[in-house]
């Protein structure tokens, strides 16, 4: 039977995850999954029928009635390699808290197909205290080696001509704090680059897009561009827990990232002697409206040339890092359709066979 494969719904795993590395047959005891000294049973190593004993992350959790007036948990278990929906049947509240959100939960149960889906139906679950769990099984990295992506942070960062914007960068990414939650961060709680370090990854591959851009239309700023890309996720540092489950921190759900990324950069402006009020102006304009639209989140619209290209390449990197990741994932788990599962990235279906037309231009 065929391995399930990635379960990251669309989006956003890096193609290096770790596989599984076996999973025991229908009805065998599998040693408990994530536990620090036991084999690891990993999602993406599933297979339909699999009586699973293990420990995985809780994604989310919600207790429901059932037509029949029992009730039953809804949930969604994570670890790097995927996701995979859950149900607990006649549950109790005290099943319920066990359930703890971006925490870890050790169960029994068994994989079944619904509606040509694998879900998990679980047995009896238990809270896992975190200092039990090897943690590294269950937080996707990026596939880029964090000391390379560092280094070409560096040394983009050491191209700035502009001394306004070099010495507002160098406050920010000499500050120990930021620039650890920067490295490690992911881009997004689940859209696009959602592993360790894909913020970094996500601000450096839009860089190159960027710089190509700045030299094909030499009117643009190049460092005020380079800037702004660099910057315009940078509340994300302190909109999401880089812990297990990306979840949002309080100030992250209260003010948001781009709230955040503002005030961040606002912060250390004031500790520059004589910043020019519009340096300042132009790059929290470039945060401010870096979403394109009020209907997407931006309070203002992109104004001026370089906030209007740092909206559409970082829009770009997200969307295309995004359907990359779908056709790659669907190959692990087997889907050799022409045509991928829905996709939000999309809002549809991606037809995966695109690229095929350029091999067989190569030959």
């Known amino acids: ?142 596939a880029r080696p964090m000391a390379e992506m560092e280094k070409e942070l560096d040394a983009l960062l050491a191209t700035f001509t502009d001394p306004d914007y070099k010495r507002l960068l160098e406050s920010i990414f000499s500050e120990e704090k930021t620039r650890a939650a920067f490295t490690r961060s992911p881009a997004a709680n689940a859209i696009h680059h959602a592993w360790v370090g894909g913020l970094i990854e996500h601000v450096l591959s839009a860089c190159q897009t960027a710089e190509a851009i700045a030299k094909q239309r030499p009117f643009l700023n190049r460092d005020l561009l380079m800037a702004g890309v660099i910057l315009h996720d940078i509340g994300k540092t302190e909109e999401l827990d880089a812990g297990p489950g990306f979840g949002y921190t309080d100030t992250g759900k209260l003010c948001g990232h781009i709230v955040l990324g503002v005030l961040l950069v606002e ?63 669907e190959e692990e788990r087997g889907n050799t359709g022409d045509w991928s599962d829905f996709a939000r990235v999309v809002d549809g279906r991606v037809y995966k066979k695109a690229n095929e037309q350029k091999e067989k231009g190569k030959e």
């Open 267 to 329: 912060r250390h402006i004031l500790k520059l002697k004589d910043f020019p009020q519009a340096k300042r102006d132009l790059i929290q304009h470039m945060i401010l409206s870096h979403h394109g639209t009020r209907e997407f989140g931006s309070p203002v619209t992109p104004l001026f040339g370089e906030a209007v290209a740092l909206h559409h390449l970082e829009c770009l990197d997200a969307k295309v890092q995004g359907i990359q990741s779908i056709i790659e994932n």
């Open 1 to 142: 039977m065929a391995k399930l494969g990635s379960l990251f719904p669309e989006e956003m795993q890096p193609k290096n995850a770790a596989r599984g590395r076996g999973a025991g047959k229908s009805g065998a005891n599998v040693p408990a999954a994530g536990v620090i000294g036991g084999e690891r049973t990993e999602i993406a190593a599933l297979e339909p029928g699999q009586v699973v004993e293990g420990v995985y992350l809780v994604k989310d959790a919600s207790l429901r009635a059932a037509k029949n007036g029992s009730k039953y948990i809804q949930a969604t278990f994570c670890d790097k390699t995927g996701m995979i929906p859950v149900r607990h049947w006649d549950a109790t509240d005290a099943d319920h808290q066990a359930y703890q959100v971006n925490g870890y939960v050790k169960v029994r149960g068994r994989v079944e197909t619904y509606q040509n889906r694998p879900q998990m139906i679980v047995f009896n679950a238990q809270t896992e205290k975190p200092e039990n769990v090897a943690s590294a099984d269950f937080l996707p990295v990026s």
